[in-house]
């Protein structure tokens, strides 16, 4: 009998003694008490280098541990540490192949907050054969100091091809931080590349803080392409280089290639007024053989807003008269927008009038330049200018006329020419109420193009055509997205308590599309839809998931009283589905998804409480385990539970307890923390005894 006391005794020294070891800085680092974690933190900041290394290699150990939590939160601890735990990177490359996803985030965490060290490593997981690890990498890379990783370009600008799309986006990210070293190997391989990658190329070119000549000059080069997205992408990055691309813009003016002219074009009207170095080349390029290169130049005349535009506007003048309607049209509008520059150019060197030179008569030509006495100003009647014979596509129509009739505009609006679309629906919109017949009527025609262009010219009418809403009340269930589109905006405008009969009827289609655009545009009109909401509280009872969400998000945006009502049910709703579902994840392997279970139920937070804790009594001691880590990272909201979490503390698994034991402390309450004493004291009896059958 003494014998047996005797160990044990032995046994509760040697488990208090563990004890000691278990509170210990990187046990307390990795507590799932935020109040214990923070105290370690503090402490650990007042250790010297040489105090942290026992610390750090503590943590290291408890990258392996059986718990997950523990092993999370020691990666998030050598993160925090910093350059000081650069003992970690070994192991924290080894987490880097963690078969759970968010271990292996942390410590790509952790390695970043080690700097450049770290920076072999990402390297090298660039190259692995997993796509998840070659995000991580690359994402990682990003984080650290651009100075200090100059050394990745060349992995980077390889991994912009990579079959992964995140590897790719993640690269692209990393280099844009790295400035003007990226551009020679991006210039090196760019004429290899093709696709997504050459896109992705050319806008790291425009965003990166380069000038070179040889960049802008590379850029101009590729403005000819057959490819619509790559011109609009190189179009992008010059406007980014802004009056440091001027030189190379000018010379690909030059070129023969009309598209590339086109293009240089485009650019130097996005710049506007910083491309005016320009001007001379433009005004070369009105009189190009190719419609569309003078219409573009036009264009981009029309943008610079500078003085020196002004020479430009003889050249527009003429182009006026362009056999092209198109350039004509574009020649008008450059001139409307250089009206400023024109009066200041007509005052500067038209001729004065037979008027001006009589009543100046008597003048030296130097005196009426300049005088130290001002001639008395006399009151002259100015003769009247001759009107400027306009072309047929510029001549202006009067609000209610046209020369053309509204069937034969409407016809107009299929034109495979953008202009000729333009002023159609210019037109129409100009002939107002008059239109409206023929517009009505179009709303039928067979090609959605015109019903679509339709829709929008109503809206745009005044007075509004009140006349045209049942044409757009019936497309409203269009077979066509843009033609409901225009059609809803245009009766939103028109009338807004006539659009919500409307487009609640519209809501009710089965078409999911039709009535999911339906349910949004109601949305939009707030409180004004609130007959709508009988109807989207039925259909938060649909079975279409996505519809539902939309017309709870719509019936939110009412926020009458009844809708807040379907609100919270389809909430509540939502909430149990969501539950119900994880939960049955928990049963489930591999132990990601349980563990994404568990993240996912934690989120949900008090409302998920009741579910889970019955949970807490399943057989399946996983499922049990889930529970009750759920239940622990909710904390105090879990006070429903505190009963079963009591009876959880004698269940048969160890975790199972451990986590119940600390949620019951999160609660705090009285009823709470009451049984945790007994608790303890039957941990160390299970630890004694456990120490004896191993002796």
Do not use: W
Not at 464 to 480: E, G, I, N, Q, R
């Amino acid at each position: 009998m003494k014998e047996k006391t005797l160990i044990f005794t032995i046994s509760i020294l040697l488990f208090n003694t563990r004890l000691c070891h278990a509170d210990s800085l990187p046990q307390q680092m990795v507590s799932a008490n935020d109040a214990v974690r923070e105290a370690a933190f503090q402490k650990m900041g007042s250790l010297s280098d040489a105090d942290r290394k026992p610390i750090v290699s503590g943590l290291v150990k408890l990258i392996n541990d059986s718990d997950i939590d523990r092993r999370e939160r020691a990666l998030e601890a050598i993160g925090k540490i910093g350059q000081a735990a650069k003992a970690a990177i070994p192991a924290l490359r080894n987490a880097l192949n963690d078969d759970l996803p968010y271990i292996r985030t942390h410590a790509a965490e952790a390695l970043a907050s080690m700097g450049s060290a770290a920076l072999p490593v990402f390297l090298e997981e660039l190259g692995n054969e997993n796509g998840d690890l070659r995000e991580i990498a690359a994402s990682s890379i990003g984080k650290l100091d651009p100075a200090e990783c100059k050394s990745a370009i060349p992995a980077l600008v390889h991994a912009l091809s990579d079959s992964n799309s995140m590897v790719r986006q993640r690269s692209e990210s990393a280099l844009e931080r790295m400035g003007p070293d990226v551009a020679p190997p991006l210039l090196e391989n760019l004429d290899t590349a093709s696709g997504d990658t050459k896109l992705t190329m050319i806008r790291l070119l425009g965003a990166v803080d380069s000038t070179a000549p040889a960049v802008t000059q590379k850029l101009v080069g590729l403005l000819n392409s057959d490819n619509k997205q790559t011109n609009l992408t190189v179009i992008r990055a010059l406007d980014h280089k802004g009056s440091a691309a001027v030189p190379a813009l000018i010379e690909g003016l030059k070129s023969d290639d009309a598209a590339l002219k086109v293009g240089v074009c485009e650019v130097l009207a996005d710049l506007g007024p910083k491309g005016k170095a320009a001007v001379p080349a433009l005004v070369t390029a009105l009189k190009d053989p190719q419609a569309d290169v003078r219409a573009q130049s036009a264009v981009a005349l029309g943008k610079m807003g500078s003085q020196e535009a002004a020479q430009a506007v003889p050249a527009l003048k003429e182009a006026k008269n362009d056999a092209d309607p198109h350039v004509a049209a574009m020649a008008a509008d450059a001139l409307t927008n250089l009206t400023a520059t024109i009066v200041t150019i007509q005052k500067k060197k038209e001729p004065p009038s037979i008027f001006d030179i009589e009543n100046n008569a008597g003048v030296p030509p130097a005196a009426s330049k300049s005088s130290a006495t001002p001639a008395p100003k006399i009151s002259t009647i100015q003769k009247p200018k001759p009107k400027t014979k306009l072309h047929p596509a510029l001549v202006k129509v009067s609000p209610g006329k046209s020369r053309v009739s509204p069937t034969a505009l409407i016809n107009q609006l299929e034109s495979p020419e953008e202009a000729k679309r333009t002023a159609a629906a210019q037109n129409l919109i100009q002939l107002g109420v008059k239109a409206v017949p023929a517009l009505i009527q179009g709303m039928d025609n067979a090609n959605p193009v015109i019903r679509s262009s339709i829709g929008s010219i109503l809206g745009t009418i005044t007075p509004p055509a009140t006349a045209a809403v049942p044409a757009l009340s019936k497309a409203l269930l269009d077979p066509v997205p843009e033609v409901r589109q225009n059609a809803t905006a245009a009766l939103i405008k028109i009338d807004k308590v006539a659009a919500v009969p409307a487009l609640t009827e519209a809501a009710k289609s089965a078409d999911i599309v039709a009535s999911t655009q339906a349910i949004s545009a109601i949305g939009q009109l707030g409180p004004d839809a609130k007959d709508a909401v009988p109807v989207l509280t039925e259909i938060t009872k649909s079975a279409n998931p996505d519809v539902q969400a939309e017309a709870a998000a719509a019936l939110d945006k009412i926020g009458t009283p009844e809708a807040k009502k379907a609100v919270d049910s389809y909430n509540r709703q939502q909430t149990l589905k969501a539950v119900a579902a994880a939960l049955k994840d928990l049963r489930k392997d591999p132990k990601m998804v349980n563990m994404m279970a568990v993240a996912a139920l934690s989120k949900l937070g008090a409302p998920a409480v009741p579910q889970v804790a019955l949970a807490l009594k399943d057989p399946n001691p996983v499922v049990r385990q889930g529970a009750a880590k759920v239940l622990n990272r909710i904390g105090k909201d879990s006070a429903p539970a505190v009963p079963t979490l009591i009876e959880a503390l004698d269940d048969s698994d160890a975790t199972v307890r451990h986590e119940s034991a600390e949620t019951l402390e999160k609660i705090g309450t009285p009823a709470a923390t009451k049984p945790l004493g007994t608790y303890r004291m039957k941990e160390k009896f299970r630890d004694a005894m456990h120490a004896m059958h191993l002796s």
